[in-house]
C-alpha cells in the first residue's frame, strides 16, 4: 500500500487564525516532507522530517512550524498567514534519504486559501 | 540556468497517439530519475523509477535515461484521455545528506477523443 492521507481537503482560514494541516503513512518510511505548490508550478520544499527529526528547512517563515509526533504522523502548524500562502500543501514520504530511497509518494494535498 | 529543464507545453495529441515526454539536466551527479503525473488539484504519483542509464517499461509507459546526453525521456504509447494530465520529471543524487528530489517544469499534456 503506497497511500500517504492528508487532513483537511480544503481548508479556508483567516490571517489571524491558528490552524493545522495532518499527514499519515504507514509504508514504514522513516522520511517525511512538505511542499507547497503554486498553480502551474512544480512542488516547493518546506521541510524534511528524516527519523523524526527535521533535518532540512527551506528558509520557510515562522508562521509554518511542522512537527512529526512519530514516525507516521507528520503536521504543519499554521499561524497568522498571508493571502499569498494559499497553495496546495503536499506531503510525501519515502523509505529513507539517500541512494534512490528517496523516491516519494505523495498525498492528494490539502488546499489552503488564506482571505 | 535551471538544473533541470523541461517544457511546459501544453502538448496536445490524439488519442491513440504515442507521446513522447523529456528533460534535460545540467547535474552530472544526478542518479535517480523519477516521473510523476499530477492530475488537476491532486497531488503527483509516482509513474516510473529508473536508476541510472537505461530503459525501463511497465505497460504502456517506457522511461529512457542518457545519461551522456543528461536527457531523459518519458513514452506513452496508445496514448487515451484519461492519460491528459501534467508529468513532471523528478531526479536526485542519491545524496544521504539531502534527500531532495529536484522537480522539473511539469508538461501539461491533453490527449483528445
Known amino acids: 500500500d503506497t497511500e500517504v492521507t492528508q487532513t483537511p481537503k480544503h481548508l479556508v482560514m483567516g490571517m489571524t487564525n491558528k490552524k493545522s494541516l495532518k499527514c499519515e503513512q504507514h509504508m514504514g518510511h522513516r522520511a517525511m516532507y512538505w511542499y507547497k505548490q503554486k498553480a502551474k508550478k512544480p512542488p516547493e520544499l518546506m521541510f524534511v522530517?528524516?527519523?523524526?527529526?527535521?533535518?532540512i528547512n527551506e528558509s520557510v517563515p515562522s508562521r509554518f512550524s511542522p512537527e512529526c509526533p512519530n514516525s507516521s504522523l507528520l503536521n504543519l502548524h499554521l499561524h497568522a498567514l498571508q493571502p499569498e500562502d494559499s497553495a496546495l500543501y503536499l506531503c510525501?514520504?519515502?523509505?529513507?534519504?539517500?541512494?534512490?530511497?528517496?523516491?516519494?509518494?505523495f498525498g492528494p494535498g490539502t488546499r489552503l486559501l488564506v482571505l | 540556468q535551471k538544473e533541470v529543464e523541461q517544457d511546459p507545453g501544453p502538448l496536445s495529441v490524439p488519442e491513440g497517439a504515442i507521446v513522447s515526454l523529456n528533460c534535460t539536466y545540467s547535474?552530472?551527479?544526478?542518479?535517480?530519475f523519477m516521473w510523476y503525473r499530477q492530475y488537476s488539484r491532486k497531488g503527483p504519483e509516482l509513474l516510473m523509477y529508473t536508476y541510472s542509464s537505461g530503459n525501463k517499461e511497465d505497460g504502456r509507459f517506457t522511461a529512457q535515461v542518457d545519461k551522456s546526453s543528461k536527457y531523459i525521456s518519458l513514452f506513452i504509447r496508445d496514448s487515451q484521455p484519461s492519460d491528459s494530465a501534467t508529468y513532471l520529471c523528478a531526479m536526485s543524487n542519491g545524496s544521504s545528506n539531502t534527500g531532495k528530489l529536484i522537480f522539473g517544469q511539469g508538461t501539461t499534456l491533453q490527449v483528445k477523443p
Open positions: 522530517y528524516s527519523y523524526e527529526k527535521l533535518s
Open positions: 510525501a514520504s519515502s523509505q529513507d534519504r539517500g541512494q534512490g530511497r528517496e523516491t516519494q509518494y
Open positions: 547535474n552530472s551527479a544526478f542518479q535517480y
